[in-house]
């Protein structure tokens, strides 16, 4: 026998090869582990810098002893090896040539070339490493997994048996490492499959903090390598009054590495079962799903006077996106169903997507198909679109044919100045006119409604057309010129000019009550809009030793005809009008294209803003605004009453006001006003404010809003809208919202929640309010939902949803 004490020794590649890949093969195992975690630590050795592949192993050792009688070669004594980027430490490594067995104890530690990191104290293994075992494993992986097991034994070179394993994908405890993590999964056997990537559990239990919570006697799951895996997903549960109780046990199915497909049945105690598919596809440019959903209903009396009274009810959606370039994509949405409360009755996907802050339920569901392209300065959206109403008034919802935005900013200058253009084409088609109630009485006894053929009730002073009857289009073409220029005073002097042309073409059918709105039959109109106008600022600076402040008196003059055919057009897009201090010197204060603001106006204010050295500002605006000559566009009624009650519609605006202060990062408060210029009544007033700590934030906003009988609103409105959330706990969240309505005096809208997060669990629940308006005269239905989750990293997550509603 010969023996060397050495630091560095190249060792015959037949000994790299077995150490490393029959390592690998354990450390492969990610999940499963021991009777519990104790994560000792082990005493690291220094790592020299991984020398070159060149086939063979680098051993760095106290000795290294070669046997040749019995044919053996034992390192010993801080020995570590190296080998294509991976590292192998232990207290003695030997390998038999007889036996061709390598055999390594001792503080063993493998680290491979992914991160994954293996402990053990005695490793056996073949020199084809397809057999041998291994004690007192425990695996750390990349993807933050942890493992462990009393004793590990590896056959036919693909399964590895676990005793005594436990998995979980919590962290240890900084301060006590042999504390239960949150959760680990316990199994007097663990079988991992490394060809199919599948961990197998026997006589599990589901362990919190180290307390049993629930028995298997059997689960598996693809190990945390796996990425897409066939198989049973996590269920979930259900519950509502017309339904009943479900329970729903998706099964995914990995078809391909680039699509997939799900199915969901869901048993329900009352209706039977909900079958739900889903199918997936990723292509080279994109992606699309197809989701369908039916059920034969065992009791539709449980909707008796309800849509969903039927035998049979379901649905298709489906959407997709694809890249035509970097600059250009097309896509689509599209929704079918049986009736429109299937997807809210049954609590389905596409309904809980389109969910709000407060869970309020959707209006409508949008099927379209769209074409967009985004440039360095250009945008262009083109999109067909047709809404399918959850309220039943489907025959009152327009079909979009095609709407079509397309804008521009040129590269270079036009006579020393910026030039942008935009244009606008919207089509639509609609069966039944919209009328909304505008008074008491015509709510109550429902002159408004489709069902009313009164045209003498049908009046523009009971009634507003929210939608024509018919077909309508509209083409827009819109130039804008401005250029700034700063004289020697340090005024800032802008002239700017547009032109805009509309061509509109409606054919409008002849409803009860529409020709009280609009001329029926077939119209043509063709307006244009030349505009000239020039804005000034002078901004005085005040610097201080505690801050600066910049004042500056602003006035907009804008010269320009009056509108044409100003409320003898449908009007569709530009229904929405709020007069405040963030359109005050807007051009034209219309939301939308149906509508252009005409004859002369100026727009004046004074903006002060003051900036602290220490942090924090304030920015604060007051001004108002006058119609110089022409035809005021906002006094001026149309189907839908835009600009009435505005505050713009009278030769001398109200005045506006916003008062903006953030002292620091933690504090934010805002103003808007809008106060009548005779007798400074206050018509619009917000109030909100925002704080957000290390540990909490909050925000509440005050609304008033004074009567605007025009447009139906007969009674002040005024409320509070508060929301909270406060971190009680390292991980623990509280979380709430709720409005208050402070004339009827009452909250009629809340949410409550806490969640735990960490980065192996997640747990939530969740208790809503929101109401749900049905069409005509019915009353709104206040909805209840209790909603629940819980999430456990790598296995997966379940959630139960229960809820109802009743009539307010």
Not at 722 to 749: C, F
Request: glycine share 8%; proline share 6%; hydrophobic share 35%.
């Amino acid at each position: 026998m010969r023996r060397h004490r050495t630091r560095l020794l190249a060792v015959p590649v037949l000994l790299a090869g077995l150490a490393v890949a029959a390592l690998l093969e354990f450390a492969a195992t990610t999940p499963a582990a021991a009777q519990g975690f104790t994560f000792n630590p082990i005493h690291t050795r220094p790592k020299p810098p991984p020398p070159a592949n060149n086939g063979q192993m680098l051993v760095q050792a106290v000795e290294v002893d070669y046997d040749y009688n019995n044919q053996r070669v034992s390192a010993v004594g801080n020995v570590q090896m190296f080998f294509n980027g991976t590292s192998i430490e232990a207290d003695k490594v030997i390998y038999d040539q007889k036996t061709k067995r390598l055999h390594a104890e001792g503080n063993i530690r493998l680290t491979d070339v992914d991160g994954k990191i293996t402990y053990a104290n005695i490793m056996d293994l073949s020199d084809d490493y397809r057999d041998g075992f291994v004690d007192s494993l425990r695996v750390d992986s990349p993807e933050q997994t942890r493992m462990a097991a009393t004793r590990a034994d590896r056959s036919s070179g693909n399964y590895t048996v676990f005793e005594n394993g436990v998995y979980t994908a919590c962290a240890p405890c900084k301060d006590d490492p042999k504390k239960p993590p949150l959760w680990q999964v316990k199994g007097a056997r663990i079988i991992h499959d490394q060809t199919d990537k599948m961990m197998y559990f026997e006589n599990a239990q589901l362990e919190f903090f180290g307390v049993p919570m629930a028995y298997l006697p059997y689960f598996s799951t693809p190990d945390p390598t796996v990425k897409r895996k066939t198989g049973f997903l996590m269920p979930s549960m259900t519950s509502t009054t017309t339904v009943g109780f479900g329970v729903e046990t998706p099964f995914y199915w990995a078809i391909a590495p680039d699509y997939d497909a799900t199915f969901s049945p869901r048993i329900t105690s009352r209706q039977g079962v909900l079958f739900q598919g889903e199918f997936r596809q990723r292509l080279i440019n994109g992606s699309y799903q197809i989701r369908a959903y039916g059920i034969d209903q065992l009791d539709p009396g449980a909707f008796a006077g309800q849509p969903g009274d039927l035998q049979f009810r379901g649905a298709v959606d489906t959407k997709g996106q694809f890249a035509l370039n970097d600059k250009w994509v097309w896509g689509w949405d599209g929704v079918l169903m049986s009736d429109y409360y299937f997807f809210s009755d049954y609590r389905l996907a596409q309904y809980k997507d389109t969910l709000g802050s407060f869970l309020s339920l959707p209006t409508e569901a949008i099927s379209q198909l769209y074409l967009t392209g985004v440039g360095n300065r250009s945008y262009f959206d083109a999109r067909t679109i047709y809404y399918l109403s959850y309220s039943g008034n489907q025959a009152q919802v327009p079909i979009v044919h095609p709407v079509i935005d397309y804008s521009n900013v040129l590269n270079r200058n036009l006579l020393g100045g910026e030039f942008s253009y935009k244009t606008n084409f919207t089509s639509l088609t609609r069966d039944t006119a919209a009328f909304d109630p505008i008074t008491l009485q015509a709510a109550t006894n429902g002159w408004c409604l489709p069902t009313s053929a009164d045209p003498t009730v049908k009046i523009p002073t009971n009634c507003l057309l929210r939608g024509i009857p018919g077909t309508y289009t509209r083409a827009t073409a819109e130039g804008q010129w401005r250029r700034s220029f700063t004289d020697d005073w340090g005024q800032i002097w802008t002239p700017f000019a547009s032109l805009r042309v509309d061509a509109v073409d409606a054919s409008i059918s002849n409803q009860p009550g529409v020709s009280n709105f609009l001329p029926v039959g077939d119209t043509q109109a063709l307006r244009a809009m030349p505009t000239v106008g020039l804005e000034y600022r002078y901004p005085f600076i005040n610097v201080q030793p505690w801050g600066t402040t910049t004042v500056e008196p602003i006035a907009q003059v804008i010269i320009r005809p009056n509108e044409s055919y100003a409320g003898k057009l449908p009007n569709e897009d530009a229904q929405s009008m709020v007069f405040d201090a963030s359109n005050l010197f807007s051009v034209d204060k219309f939301s939308g294209y149906d509508r252009v603001e005409g004859g002369g106006r100026a727009n004046v204010g004074v903006q002060a803003t003051t900036q602290f050295d220490r942090g924090g500002s304030v920015n604060m605006l007051f001004g108002q605004s006058y119609q110089l000559f022409g035809l005021n566009s906002f006094a001026v009624a149309d189907v839908t009453n835009t600009g009435l009650n505005s505050g713009l519609d009278k030769p001398r605006s109200d005045y506006v006001a916003r008062i903006n202060y953030s002292p620091n990062r933690t504090y934010t408060f805002s103003t808007r006003a809008r106060f009548d210029e005779q007798t400074l009544d206050v018509q619009r007033f917000e109030a909100e404010g925002r704080a957000s700590f290390d540990r909490w934030s909050v925000s509440l906003m005050y609304g008033n809003y004074a009567a605007q009988p025009e447009l139906g609103y007969l009674t002040r409105r005024e409320g509070l809208l508060g929301s909270g959330s406060v971190k009680v706990a390292a991980n623990w969240v509280v979380s709430g919202a709720a409005r208050w309505d402070l004339v009827n005096n009452q909250i009629n809208q809340y949410v409550i929640g806490a969640g735990y997060v960490d980065d192996c669990f997640v747990l939530a629940a969740n208790y809503v309010t929101s109401y749900a308006y049905s069409a005509g005269s019915a009353p709104p239905v206040l909805n209840h939902a209790i909603m629940l989750q819980i999430g456990l990293r790598t296995l997966g997550s379940t959630a139960s949803t229960a809820g109802g509603g009743t009539i307010q």
